[in-house]
């Protein structure tokens, strides 16, 4: 299986900071690397896709980047809407993997 | 709209089974793999398998093999996943999600079923 590997595993910041994600496989993916947004007590969300497309609706202070084994989630601004857990996963084979997640809390 | 509607909640004892339903509608069901993925307390993602609404094909995670059952009824769009011999640490919200066929990535989810197993 490929393994995904988030960091930091908690990330403390303020409204309007720039936020960086990072989401590292065990062997190259591609660009097939999804990022989603799950707040407490709620379902996941999609936020990017293909690791750089904007899934329709999400708000372009949003945006991924990489390719092969290392990519990022970037919040350009982060507002409060934006508090909740990230995930990355994988979908370069059937077998699909998630990484472990990375929370986003107020500093 | 688009959306997927789950069962409610289950409690369990160990060694029992349970079966999660998730009825789709605003979509044509046929053309979207339906995935399984669960997050136990306190926990993150763990995605189970697929199974291809359309042919009844499955692909499950090897640690589900042998555990977990996929199956869809197409006359009313409705997806299940059954988990056997179920323990404790099987404590944990279900969730169903469609995919594209191809697009690898889940865009729409069900709101999750916990299920509690508990002696």
């Known amino acids: 299986d490929i393994q995904m590997t988030q960091s930091p595993s908690t990330l403390s910041a303020s409204v309007g900071d720039r936020v960086t994600i990072t989401c590292r496989a065990s062997q190259s993916i591609s660009s097939w690397l999804a990022w989603y947004q799950q707040k407490p007590g709620k379902a996941p969300k999609l936020l990017i896709y293909k690791a750089s497309s904007l899934e329709s609706g999400v708000p372009s202070r949003f945006s991924g980047s990489g390719s092969g084994t290392e990519f990022t989630l970037t919040i350009s601004s982060l507002q409060p809407d934006d508090f909740a857990t990230y995930y990355c996963q994988q979908y370069n084979s059937y077998w699909r993997t998630f990484g472990q997640g990375t929370k986003v809390e107020i500093k | 709209q688009v959306q997927l509607v789950q069962s409610g909640a289950e409690v369990k004892k160990p060694g029992a089974s349970v079966k999660v339903s998730c009825k789709a509608s605003g979509y044509t069901f046929t053309g979207y793999y339906m995935h399984w993925v669960r997050q136990a307390p306190g926990q993150g993602l763990e995605w189970m398998g697929w199974?291809?609404?359309?042919?009844?094909?499955?692909n499950y995670a090897q640690k589900f093999q042998g555990w977990v059952t996929m199956t869809r009824d197409t006359s009313i769009s409705t997806a299940y996943m059954e988990l056997s011999r179920l323990r404790s640490d099987d404590t944990a919200v279900y969730y169903c999600?469609?995919?594209?066929?191809?697009?690898?990535?889940?865009?729409?989810w069900g709101k999750g079923t916990t299920v509690t197993v508990s002696s």
């Open positions: 999600a469609r995919e594209l066929y191809g697009a690898g990535y889940m865009d729409v």
């Open positions: 199974i291809n609404p359309n042919s009844g094909g499955t």
